[in-house]
């Protein structure tokens, strides 16, 4: 449409004629005379019909269809502005010439904000703010900082939020709450929940109290610090204040739960997700699989297999490994073979960690078989190839089921593999042997341990007190040997339990003495190895002492 403008004298009203047939203008103004050799108006009825097109409609100027059409073209003229300084040279010079050209004497902070709101580059933004700045009253910098922090925000551009956060402290500027949910979203979408943290416990020192929406994102932002009472302490209050959350703040309590072992809240908080109806998507349905998997849930991890194959949902490997994990740990091996052999048939490619756990399972379960071509996949995989862990873990199985001449095959492929043997490949061959009465194999592997330069640690001397409780009673003493090698002190109480016939003050000491100096997982194991040991050699009055001090 072409406009015309005509202004009269006695109105400051604007007259606009469209398409030189309608003209807008105040009620008590006369049309002036156009430029364009428009006639005055004509009464006659008879003249031409040409004049008779011509009439007239009046407008309100101050109508709120005119004023948004007007917002809106100088919007649209000003986003364009935006766009040409988000390429232009970040030199002030440059920089400059385009406002000033643009804005010109009617300079306005609407406009200096309209620009940087559609601004993406966060160099030139900074120069178009001193140009701003240096031509606006006091009270609205506030505004314009802001609205460059969002400009830096969308570049994740934090080393510059925290520099325009100090020079507007300097100049006397005081920070708002946008200031500071500007800063923290930055934080959070450059990956850094520390900093986002850092930034909230600062509120207070400029007297700023956080709203609901900052206090929603915290909890993820704790969460990912792992500062779980401060994260669940904020759920707690969402819960009773009825704060709207987004999907990652849920993902992430979940999480929490998880890892703090609260399986039941876990499953609570998707409910109440869902209640809200924020539907489930695949990242929270992985979260949720990994945390309930912890507490080896199996009915709970099918539950939620079986909602994510009816929701419409298409699993990606993500979800394809957490419910591999999930079912692993839950030593569903039915179940972990079907999801492998799904797996499988869509191509999907699974890693060392996903091969070794299956891997374990096979061996917690007694899974042979399935080790064995599990195994066999896995070297025939072009992304990955059998570690240590996959030998060790193959062997374990071999040995657990008598199975010597396969096991030694598969020590002997991983030391041509270039990889050594470590404390657990030769503990489960020393228990192999045992249990197929080759004494000669086992003397001899315990001698390979004695020479061996393995770390003589914890982990060393829970595999050789497992290994005591299933070798016979001839060889216990090449054991002993071994952990005295290790742990002097252990090997004394190992000597007690196997020599002394019932328990006295001696026994008793030496053994809370051992014990107490080792970690509670450690001493568990101890216990349960001791405790075992003591049942192989009917000496069941010491077995109920180490009862005593699990």
């Not at 297999?305 to 079912?327: D, F, K, N, V």
């Not at 399935?370 to 072009?382: C, G, H, L, N, R």
Request: glycine fraction near 6%.
């Amino acid at each position: 449409m072409a406009f015309i403008y005509a202004t009269c004298p006695s109105s400051s009203s604007v007259s606009f004629c469209l398409n030189n047939q309608i003209a807008f203008q105040s009620r008590n103004t006369q049309i002036s005379e156009r430029p364009n050799n428009l006639e005055p108006k004509i009464s006659n009825p008879f003249q031409s019909t040409d004049h008779k097109k011509k009439s007239y409609i009046w407008v309100n100027p101050n109508s709120s269809k005119l004023t948004q059409k007007t917002y809106g073209s100088r919007y649209n003229s000003l986003s364009k502005v935006a766009v040409h300084l988000n390429s232009c040279s970040p030199v002030e010079k440059d920089v400059f010439s385009v406002l000033d050209s643009t804005l010109g004497g009617k300079f306005g902070v609407q406009n200096g904000l309209i620009i940087l709101n559609n601004m993406s580059n966060a160099v030139t933004a900074r120069i178009v703010l001193k140009y701003l700045l240096d031509r606006c009253d006091l009270s609205l910098r506030i505004d314009l900082y802001n609205a460059t922090l969002i400009v830096f925000r969308k570049c994740k551009d934090l080393a510059s939020v925290e520099q325009l956060f100090d020079e507007m402290t300097q100049r006397g500027v005081t920070p708002d709450i946008v200031t500071f949910s500007n800063i923290i979203g930055c934080a959070r979408m450059c990956s850094l929940p520390g900093k986002a943290v850092a930034w909230f416990e600062r509120m207070p020192e400029f007297e700023i109290v956080p709203d609901d929406a900052i206090l929603s994102v915290m909890i993820d932002a704790y969460g990912r610090v792992g500062n779980v009472d401060k994260a669940l302490m904020l759920y707690a209050r969402a819960r009773v204040e009825n704060w709207s959350l987004s999907d990652v703040t849920y993902t992430t309590v979940i999480r929490i739960c998880g890892t703090v072992g609260n399986f039941d809240e876990c499953l609570t908080v998707f409910r109440e997700r869902k209640a809200r109806g924020i539907k489930p998507n695949l990242g929270c349905y992985n979260t949720l699989l990994d945390a309930i998997a912890r507490g080896k849930r199996a009915s709970d991890v099918k539950s939620i297999h079986r909602e994510i194959l009816s929701s419409g949902l298409r699993p990606g490997w993500a979800t394809y490994a957490a419910l591999l994990r999930a079912y692993c740990k839950a030593r569903c091996g039915d179940d972990a073979m079907n999801v492998y052999e799904e797996m499988k048939e869509k191509g999907m490619v699974l890693n060392n960690a996903l091969y070794n756990i299956l891997l374990s399972t096979c061996a917690n379960i007694g899974f042979v078989d399935e080790a064995i071509t599990i195994f066999e996949d896995m070297k025939t995989s072009k992304d990955c190839q059998p570690d240590t862990r996959s030998f060790s873990l193959l062997i374990t199985i071999l040995s657990r089921h008598g199975k010597v001449s396969e096991a030694e095959a598969v020590l002997k492929e991983m030391l041509e593999a270039g990889f050594e043997h470590d404390i657990y490949v030769l503990t489960n061959l020393i228990q192999c042997y045992g249990k197929s009465n080759l004494r000669d194999d086992l003397g001899r592997t315990i001698d390979a341990i004695m020479e061996l330069d393995l770390p003589l640690d914890e982990r060393y001397c829970s595999c050789l007190l497992n290994v005591m409780t299933q070798v016979p009673l001839e060889d216990l003493g090449k054991v002993a040997r071994c952990i005295d090698k290790a742990d002097l002190k252990l090997g004394n109480v190992v000597k007690l339990v196997v020599e002394c016939g019932g328990e006295d003050e001696t026994f008793k000491n030496e053994a809370s003495e051992v014990l107490a100096r080792v970690g509670c997982e450690v001493r568990k194991t101890y216990c349960n190895c001791l405790i075992d040991l003591c049942i192989h050699l009917q000496k069941l009055d010491k077995a109920s002492y180490f009862r005593t001090l699990l």
